[in-house]
């Protein structure tokens, strides 16, 4: 297990801009600590998305990104990539390869290939996630021919087997059907906990995010309008101030937050 401080992910006082257009301005998060899965919601173009890029070291910014004492602007973009991984919301090219094929190739090209071993071995471990994933009968398809679903699966099973300390996924759910959407959140709160990970998921649907997260930041315009538990920062004001939406956010029979969205503010 990692250690809570030591592979804490700190972003600070973070800026990112597309030109001269800048769409986060000095924003930082509290510690993102291992272990805990923190939801990243907001309204369309909020910035969710280029904050993600930004702390995968994928596009330009200033401000502070650090991984426990290391600061991972001082690292190469591929020894940046192989602490924190990013999956992006486009899904995967339709390349004629299997799905086991492309999860190898990505297993291969991080150091957790190195530590696999021999090619019987990386071969066990890219089954291993496929299983785990519960698509291991789509190991032998050809990735053009699967689903848009069936592909997002895919691309979390190359996020997953370079087993990063970071792991930034931009709507992992949007293509998949309701049981997947739930088996994907519980298998990224699990291995979190399990591994240690500090995982960032972004998520447009609420009762997702608060049924499977542990903190909730939610971003507005570029800005942390709040973060916190999901009972702390998904309330009626927040949605009013963010979201422009009049709802109520009530506990169902079972504990978890329910958010009910009754029309436009
Ligand atoms: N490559 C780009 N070049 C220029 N502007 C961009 C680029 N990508 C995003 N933007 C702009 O940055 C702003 C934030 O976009 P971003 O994709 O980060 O939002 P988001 O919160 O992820 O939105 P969504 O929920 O719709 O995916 C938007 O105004 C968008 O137009």
């Known amino acids: 297990m990692r250690d809570r401080v030591e592979d804490a992910f700190h972003v600070g006082q973070l800026a990112v801009g597309y030109g001269r257009r800048t769409i986060i301005r000095d924003l930082s998060l509290p510690t993102l600590v291992p272990g805990e899965v923190t939801a990243l919601v907001g309204p369309n173009g909020a910035g969710k998305s280029t904050l993600l890029r930004a702390m995968a070291g994928l596009i330009r910014s200033t401000g502070s990104l650090r991984l426990g004492a290391q600061d991972l602007r001082k690292l190469s973009l591929s020894e940046h990539a192989s602490r924190v991984t990013y999956m992006p919301q486009t899904l995967p090219q339709r390349v004629?390869?299997?799905?086991?094929?492309?999860?190898?190739?990505?297993?291969?090209?991080?150091?957790?290939?190195?530590?696999?071993?021999?090619?019987?071995?990386?071969?066990?471990?890219?089954?291993?996630?496929?299983?785990?994933?519960?698509?291991?009968?789509?190991?032998?398809?050809?990735?053009?021919?699967?689903?848009?679903?069936?592909?997002?699966?895919?691309?979390?099973?190359?996020?997953?087997?370079?087993?990063?300390?970071?792991?930034?996924?931009?709507?992992?759910?949007?293509?998949?059907?309701?049981?997947?959407?739930?088996?994907?959140?519980?298998?990224?709160?699990?291995?979190?906990?399990?591994?240690?990970?500090?995982?960032?998921?972004?998520?447009?649907?609420?009762?997702?995010?608060?049924?499977?997260?542990?903190?909730?930041?939610?971003?507005?315009?570029?800005e942390l309008a709040a973060f916190g538990t999901p009972a702390e920062a998904i309330n009626a004001a927040h949605l009013a101030a963010v979201y422009g939406v009049s709802a109520r956010v009530e506990q169902c029979s079972r504990g978890s937050l329910q958010v009910m969205v009754d029309g436009p503010a």
């Not at 150091?111 to 291993?128: K, L, W």
């Not at 053009?144 to 759910?173: F, I, K």
């Not at 699990?190 to 542990?214: S, T």
């Open 96 to 222: 004629a390869l299997t799905a086991i094929e492309t999860v190898i190739a990505a297993l291969k090209a991080s150091p957790a290939g190195g530590r696999a071993g021999a090619g019987s071995q990386i071969h066990a471990v890219a089954c291993a996630t496929l299983s785990r994933l519960g698509i291991e009968h789509l190991a032998m398809e050809a990735l053009d021919q699967l689903s848009g679903g069936q592909r997002q699966m895919v691309s979390l099973a190359q996020a997953l087997v370079r087993e990063p300390q970071v792991l930034l996924l931009d709507e992992p759910t949007s293509a998949l059907d309701l049981r997947y959407q739930h088996l994907v959140m519980k298998l990224v709160r699990d291995l979190a906990r399990e591994r240690g990970i500090v995982a960032v998921v972004v998520l447009h649907d609420l009762n997702l995010a608060a049924g499977w997260a542990d903190r909730i930041a939610m971003l507005s315009r570029g």
